[in-house]
């Protein structure tokens, strides 16, 4: 149960069998930064090259496939004073052949813009989020502050090595704005030490990140893991106070919510819950919910949740 | 602003350009009933073959295309104590090739049943459904009446008569938990008095109606419509006290999203709310929910919602 | 076994349960006419509104639900040496975002024109198709003429009238290529008579009719109706000279290859046919072969496709 | 344009920025063979672990990202008289919940048979495959050979490893029955080196491998190696003797087609082939053919392909 101050000097844009940077044990916790989804830092600086860089891979020590490695997320604060996001809901996200005319003309906040970006003041103090690019009424209005983390997760099955600008089994770049401080993740193993990574932290987000970011910032997180020997689950799952949640990363969003709701048919009749199959299909049919993660990027995100407190007057009764 | 007491006679199992059951103007409010989704009223009896029957058409004088025809849900209300659902996750939701097992032995409720169906109490003073099929622990553990309508909507277009199976533009079975008393709901009209069709009530429903049922029932229905004379909209609009909502009706999900988004666009820079482009986007970007709708029937739906408060403040800003 | 000469003197645009044009029998032939998918005729003139408007309905005498419908494709012959066509790939059919640019100056065709059109000459004897409309290189190369019908089918399920635009288990706009002179084709039979509706000629068209139009032009037509009582099948069929095809219609793609391949293997392992299902999946497995019908409607279509030959040496095997 | 024979003692199942087997130049040729999907070489032994094992990879000096790396498959043999093959069409190729009855009992080939797997014969001479597990009509009915490869790409962009199950723009397990003895098939090149990867040979197969496999075999290749400096492709490309032919890998099936449509508009309007954009929509619109590829993997194929003989009439028209 240490705890371990890592500073990252070094950061991947696949998430994949890659050298640890750290070696840690079951109960153990780590603090440490991410960078932003464009490799800038704490102090703005670029420090790696874009494309959501990860920090880690974090060993496990005697994680293998089959285990399930639990994540808590114990603290994702944004740090420094201001964000970045895209202006535009993405062309994917539309109809085919709508095409949305604006009439600002924001000038690029970076020499790698493709397309305008746009910075946001992020104030911790008083919870807020705000437009600092242009002069519209968003510039006048604060959003809530509510930090996510984009993209993370474990060395994916068969030793792959998968970009961080998509997402499957082992997690990844699912933009879900339910991971945010004080969720636990649950990974799939399938790489001898799990191999976490994580970064791309969001100071909020709407569902879908349907312009192609959340409120891009760098973090300080601190994260402790929990491994459980000999649990194979198929797909991210994770547990906040009120919900059970099992994730599915696909495309169609269709095909995510296969994934996502026989995932949470399996753990209701896990032997960790115990539900017979009737139960457990009476109480999704009339009580599950589903978010939406990620419908931006190569694989598509949908969550399929229920109520703890549901479940658990199902198991006492 | 006349009030219409209506006893349906007879219902349709299409939603098209079908002789109306009473003329009405708007503002004027009806006071109906609705029998289930296998056509049984409130005393249990079928009175009219399976299948989402619909009470209606109702015809709006005035209403022609290119208008808007907001329906305000007054109230809907289970009209006896019971209803029914099916009992198994469809298997277009679950992964390809998954089939869950059961070891209950339900005995059909219906002498239609294709699969077994099973019976719940409904309490309207106690706000509770309980199952009443079977002795597992949903049989002791009520969950909360929450009571909507399935399908509902209006003549489609080009004189199209459509399966109260499925769902486009003009509505249909969206099976939406949002579609619940309070909720306004706005259609495109198409159709010489806008032809309004309404049925399928739920006692309480899981999102994606994924079991193919909520719990069905009977209701008593009252409800008030307003024309907007010259407004065009493309898909379903809807309002509650929180949210602005815009409905997709399609397959894929995927489609769906593309519908409902570009649907809410509009509707943000439509001169109704007067949001300029860029104010829009940013909004949703950051702050936009998704629900899903029905992924059971032919068409899915995703609805897309922003909260009327914060687009009130940028209206003020 | 009669012959019927039919000239059509109304015509519509959804396929449904609409009053007969003629009562026929099982074994007689038609000869009747159709406009374009403009509601263009043989002279040139617009005779009804737009849309894939049909000739029909024809209703055969004893037919009724649970029946099969077969339409032998006599004769699909271009009856004006000229069609039209659009002249850009849709924008659903490219990566979202892309935009094509042309550099020519179109001139529209018609006066209701939403993107330009596009006329081609067509000569029946040469065999022949040539685009007339600009001076590129497409107006000094011939491409082979090969008729087809886009639009045709029986009276929806349940009473329901379908818009000409899309298609389903009744069959519609489905612009199969492989739907050309000399293929029969089999529809079950939803509706009492069958109610058959044809229309919307293409003198050619690529795979997908991905421009949203074939060339499209009036024919004259000849088919011959044959009922099959109480052969009940799931959705459109055909057989020409090589192939046993079976059509599924839906969103998306993958969807459409679901109910295609299960209607395949339904026929494969029918009493009709008479292969036993393990040797129906070992065909399918090394020798199935798929086509794209249209890409461009609400509903695409695939087709599931086997050589008869090679179903005919295993039943002889 | 030396010849190198290179005998593999090593294999890989994600196709990744491995160590290279081999150096070779632009205009090399390169002969070798190739162990079948479960790691099975020409006398039947196991000598690596199941999955699409990879011969290679292949670097290609001088290659760097933005250029195209074409190989010409000059030989594709069969070098075992057997294959194996699945015998049940796939889960989710059929509708949802339709499960196929089968009345053999087929005995497992190989002890890692999830499902049973059949053996079939492979007759060179006489150019034929036939089934040579059970006593069925299949057993007594010979198929055509017709050899081509399952899988096979470059290495992907940004350093990814990707699962030898999947496919992307790099290549992968597309299972297009076009790639066969005699095809130049065009790959982007992302890493230094190209990093060319082939196997999962197959005597035959249809389309969309449906049942899992083809006719699963080793395999004797020859290729040749061609590197076009600067010339920078989206998505894999192919050349036959009739076809110009672009791919799509992703799911569901409709984004397979938008992928490969817009990879054929951007082949046939750049410097290489010269047509005005005009006229490259007209030619795609009116005579356009696709082809199905895998549809049983995590990422389907669709083909978009387009007569060359077409294509250089109007480049001389």
């Known amino acids: 149960m ?84 895209g202006g535009q809901v993405a062309a994917n996200v539309l109809e085919p052949g709508f095409t949305p005319e604006f009439h600002d003309n924001p000038k690029p906040q970076f020499d790698d813009d493709a397309r305008p970006s746009f910075r946001w003041n992020v104030d911790l103090e008083a919870g807020t989020v705000q437009l600092a690019t242009g002069d519209g009424p968003m510039t006048r209005t604060p959003i809530a502050l509510d930090p996510m983390v984009g993209c993370f997760g474990v060395g994916p099955a068969g030793g792959q090595a998968i970009s961080t600008a998509t997402s499957s089994t082992h997690g990844g770049n699912m933009d879900y704005r339910g991971f945010r401080q004080g969720t636990q993740v649950q990974f799939p193993v399938f790489a001898p030490g799990a191999l976490f990574h994580l970064g791309d932290g969001h100071a909020t987000q709407g569902d879908g990140e349907i312009v192609g970011t959340g409120v891009e910032i760098s973090f300080a997180v601190r994260f ?30 269709d095909q995510c919510v296969q994934h996502a709701t026989t995932e949470m048919l399996s753990w209701l009749t896990s032997e960790e819950i115990g539900l017979d199959s009737r139960t457990a299909h009476h109480l999704l049919g009339q009580c599950v919910e589903y978010d939406l993660g990620n419908v931006f990027d190569p694989a598509y995100t949908m969550v399929c949740k229920i109520r703890r407190d549901q479940v658990d007057a199902l198991r006492d009764a």
Chains 1, 2, 3, 4 share one sequence.
Not at 245 to 253: D, T
């Open 2 to 85: 240490a705890h371990h101050d890592f500073t990252p000097d070094h950061y991947h844009t696949t998430i994949g069998w890659h050298d640890p940077v750290l070696e840690i044990d079951s109960g153990d916790t780590v603090a440490t930064t991410t960078v932003d989804a464009r490799g800038r830092d704490q102090t703005g600086e670029r420090v790696t090259p874009r494309g959501n860089p990860m920090t880690g891979p974090f060993f496990v020590r005697g994680a293998e496939e089959g285990d399930t490695l639990i994540v808590h997320l114990e603290e994702l604060t944004p740090n420094r004073p201001w964000g970045w996001t």
């Open 224 to 253: 402790k893991v929990e491994l459980i020997k000999g649990r194979r689950i198929g797909w991210p799952r994770a547990l906040d106070d009120t919900w059970m949640m099992a994730v599915g990363n696909a495309r169609p969003l």
